[in-house]
């Protein structure tokens, strides 16, 4: 079971102590007083937006859906190891990079690009440039699928000034994250498009599990499904923002979640999520999240069995 906690974002220990001491001392003087301020009022002396402070963290084991609106942007930290999979739209990189350090991190251990599309990869050559990173892995696609972009050149790019080499992702390949572990899924089988080669993963820590997607379709769904694969998981990363095309009947039976967290942008222009993944999702029971009415949306657990859920706003 999870528990749900609803935060406007946590200020460091420090600050809230000297805070806490300037305003009893100014407020109430040599006097005990019988109330302290509230994180609003923390937040407003801070001069901080409450929408904008971060989703903070101090567990072993969490991930983040980065609220980077009509995109996509993941971080996994386990035990020490992070996992960064996409990095949102080209204008998204510095806001990744700023999220990535306010929790701490200054090494993406495995970076993963889901497919060459904008809202995917946009920020991904920021975050190469300004962070260090481990290993980079992509889809392989077929010649006539290869995007001939700028942001994908960009991307290959800045790859390349780190003399970084790009992993295919190849279904079955495993990443130990500490307690935890890492598990490509696919893409498995050929597709006409370039949601469809979106690097599907499983993640497991203990009783505790998730599922990404990318913006992969029914199409790669079905072929996920029909290789066997474990897709059981507490919580899905819906596909595509929640697109009608994804998240079909078939593939929740088989995931089975909870809950379901999808990456959307406020009154984006596609109608994401669509009303008919909402209502599939209502229908067998899952809670669904969303970063266009919840921020940043974040899942941890200390223990391998309980999660707890943080949203930003």
Partial sequence: MAKRRKTKGLISGIVVAVLLVLSLGITYGDKLPFAVPTWSELSAMLGLDEEETPVLTSSDFAVHVIDVGQADAILIQSFGKNVLIDAGDNDMGDGVVSYLKQQGVTKIDTLIATHPHADHIGGMDVVVRKLEVGEVIMPKLPDALVPT???????????????????????????????????????????????????????????????????????????????????????????????????????????????????????????????????????????????DHDGSIVFESKDGRELEVKTQK
Avoid: C, M
């Fill in 149 to 291: 972009t700028k942001t994908y050149e960009d991307l290959l790019d800045a790859i390349s000034e780190k003399n970084l080499k790009i992993k295919p992702a190849k279904a079955g390949d495993t990443r130990q994250l500490g307690e935890a572990a890492l598990t490509i899924l696919g893409p498995v089988g050929k597709f006409d498009g370039l949601n469809n080669y979106s690097v599907v993963s499983r993640l497991d820590y203990g009783e505790v599990s998730f599922v990404f997607t990318g913006d992969a379709e029914k199409e790669a769904e079905n072929a996920i499904l029909a290789s066997g694969a474990n897709l059981r998981a507490n919580v899905l990363k819906a596909g595509h923002h929640g697109s009608s095309t994804s998240s079909s009947q078939a593939f929740l039976e088989a995931v089975k979640p909870n809950y379901a967290a999808i990456s959307v942008g406020a009154g984006n222009k596609y109608g994401h999520p669509h009303k008919e993944t909402i209502n599939r999702f209502s229908k067998l029971g899952i809670q669904v999240f969303r970063t």
